[in-house]
């Protein structure tokens, strides 16, 4: 059984940067696309950027481009968001999600794995 688990999330002011974590357990990784998503109030959830496991390519939601890095570290089976210059939009739970095999898609549908979410909340 595939799990997924973030961590990271917080009461913070705008303008810091926020690193999320997810670490996946159950699997070996090695084929899989991870991806990170989020939800805020009254919103549909919102793909921010996938990950290719195999070798760290990674890609970005236009939204999110220029102040987000996604990132792994293979010797923990984890993931992270390193998100900076956080403004009050971006206020919302964030997932993690994960497919295999690779694919790099939007949709949460095409996701098979989820985690429970850590909430963000940017607010001075």
């Known amino acids: 059984q595939v799990q997924l688990v973030e961590s990271g999330g917080g009461l913070v002011q705008p303008g810091v940067s926020l690193k999320l974590s997810c670490v996946l357990s159950?699997?070996?990784?090695?084929?899989?696309?991870m991806a990170w998503f989020r939800e805020g109030p009254g919103k549909e959830r919102e793909f921010l950027g996938v990950?290719?496991?195999?070798?760290?390519?990674?890609d970005y939601a236009d939204s999110v481009k220029v102040r987000s890095t996604i990132f792994r570290d293979s010797t923990k089976n984890t993931m992270y968001m390193q998100m900076n210059s956080l403004k009050s939009e971006d206020t919302a739970v964030y997932y993690c999600?994960?497919?295999?095999?690779?694919?790099?898609?939007?949709?949460?549908?095409?996701?098979?794995?989820w985690g429970q979410g850590t909430q963000v909340t940017v607010s001075s």
């Open positions: 999600a994960a497919r295999t095999p690779w694919r790099a898609t939007e949709r949460p549908d095409d996701y098979d794995y």
């Open positions: 990950l290719r496991w195999s070798d760290g390519y990674r």
């Open positions: 159950g699997r070996t990784l090695r084929n899989y696309t």
